[in-house]
């Protein structure tokens, strides 16, 4: 540590009264979807209850995008309907949700909010099914629910859910900033800022391969892509990923299997969920219970040993296979604005292609190079098929995860792409591999590369964002009052395993593959704990040439968010710092969300090259109870461009007395955040659940108009997928062939219509 702990000693009125040890706010799990206009925000000064001006030379706006639960999302309360629980089920992850888009405006000391959901048109097919069949209509069998990390339909795909990130870019230098938003799992969206709906896709359906083979056509594919991808301001190019997975990564796992077991729980489910009594009849029944389910549970432990002996078999053969798949790709796509766009398949120089085994969640580029991660955001395919939606029975939906759940890996493969070597019209591209130890999630690439590439990154150690908490896990603590609190915590991503690593690694792509074409530089703080986010000056502006300093919002330690289950798998971690034993003390003590500043200082050294020097020179502890994210840099208008010239902002929850959500934005000076929030923009109808990444711009400016047209994209699919159940002799497949069209048809007349 280089300075002491700093605490906030001012309450805010408004909330709960804090003790010196942090809980997590249940403002997590409640969030609005109601859209404004032009929602006025009260400007208070500090950390007091003073309502203040905001200063003149803070301009622009700040854009934020999060999940906002789906159009079944549950309210939660009777009396606000657009106040909705987006996790109510127990398993659904905070992640999932139609994209909500903050807009924050600032002009003469005011700030402004202008809100919307994200509509593609995979929403408004949610929408229809779902309130059609709430009135008992013929959209059914049509309707989309929540599997894991993914809202889809049986029928007709997968939800374009755009909640994750937002990409500025233009095509010429002195036109006005265009937007892109953006997911993993589906097509990026041009969306307007100024009114904040969504303009054109990113390509068409026909442009973008599913990510298997074996997947039925559908309106709605599975394909998955970027959530970070790259715009270059110097050639007006648009990066990023196409990915596929082999046919081998998706065969059926025991888990399916062992979900097929529910029939053999039915008996179970009634008399697990009566009241107790005294009658002899009642204990007969329970003891029975009890019985067939310790007999279920040994079933099931002995699946775990037969499960173990099929995966060694299933490996090997799976070595042999793999010789001869194809399907495993990663293309890394240009866009130039143009309707249809370059592609590459990369491989490495053996000529096979390269592997993503998680996701390609971010990706970066040099002047010179495309850098491409394999990032620690695991996403199997266990995770996208759940069991049908009722409530398993503790034991044996635990064991169920424990016999196909892994951890993510703990290295991270980086591949190298020279974009001299991006040819329009060749078909691949390749690509060198080196392995950087640890995780990594998110990372900045600076746009300079003379001394070599640079990636600034914060080491997410045993600190996995595909995990959630869910409504059957059990505490790592034998302490029922935690235990309770974690379960009331449904959807909320799990704490770390262990202390984060703040880095910054220089590559030397003349030496690479070799590990030596890596250095690193290291730190360790004391409050560097959870999956980060970051900031930084001119943030998706424009290339950084170098940064000299970022900030990160670590999320902090809570004892709440600590399952057993997460223990077990990360109980072998390779790169431990503390035992097992530390992470719980730590944890109970309690780690703060803090904000921080990591400045960067380099040297030239004539044998070994760039060397990298990282301090931590500035932060800010947030106040017991309360939980910071998605921080974004605002430049000071009229200031002398420095690094720290300028504001953080970022989103703060916390509850208020009554447990209701209290959703702020708070704003800092970007050059002493040790001082606390300069500002905080509040409103009683604000209600802003989990958010995720931000961007600013100077001005919002709607693009030129488009051409996309709805039906030219969705109706070779929709034809093709109708005429084939129009076909068939069954009665039911004919009459969803007939229910598919009626609801394209209805749909088209929306955008038509406009």
Known sequence: MTQPTLKATESLDNVSSQSDKSHFPQAMLSVSREEFDALQLTVKQGLTEISTELPPDLTGYVFIVGPAGSVDSPPKKPNSPHIVDPSTNGWTPLYNGDGMLYRIGFENGKAHLKTRIAKPLSYWADKYTYENTYKNSNYATLGFKDFGIARASLALGVTSQLSVTLTPFKKYQADPYRLLITVDMGRSYEVDPNTMELVQPIGLIKDWKAVNPLFPKQPFPLSMSCAHPCFDYSTGELFTINLGRSISSFLPTLRQFLYQLRILTKPLKKSLGSKKTTSPLDGFIEWLSNLYKNILKAFLSLGKAIYQLIEKIYKTVLQILNAFAKDDFVELVCWRGEENFDRWKVVLPNGKPIKVKQTLHQMGLTKNYIVLADTAFKIALEELLFAEHWELIEEIEFLIRELTDIPQLADTKVWIVPREKLIPGEKTVTAHEVIIPREIAHYVVEY????????????????????????????????????????????????????????????????????????????????????????????????PEKIDDIYWIFFGAWEELLPQFVGDIYKDYKYRKFPISKVKAISQEGRASTLCRVHVERKKNDQQGLEIELTTPDYYEFPAGHFANSPQFVPRQGGDSSSTDGYLICVVLSDRNDGSNNSELWLFDAANLKSGPKYRLCSEQINIGFTIHTTWLPEVVSPPKSDYNVREDYEPVVSELVNKYLQSRDGDTKKMGEDIRALFDEIYQRFEGK
């Open 448 to 543: 300079e590369d003379a001394d070599g590439i640079v990636i600034h990154t914060v080491h997410s150690c045993a600190c996995d964002a595909a995990e959630t908490i869910r409504r059957f896990d059990k505490s790592v603590y034998s302490d029922v009052e935690i235990n309770n609190r974690m379960r009331s915590l449904p959807g909320v991503l799990v704490s770390g395993m262990d202390v984060g690593i703040i880095g910054c690694h220089v590559i030397d792509p003349a030496k690479l593959p070799s590990s030596d074409a890596v250095r690193s530089c290291l730190i360790e703080r004391d409050f560097s704990w959870g999956d980060p986010v970051y900031a930084y000056r001119e943030m998706t502006l424009k290339q």
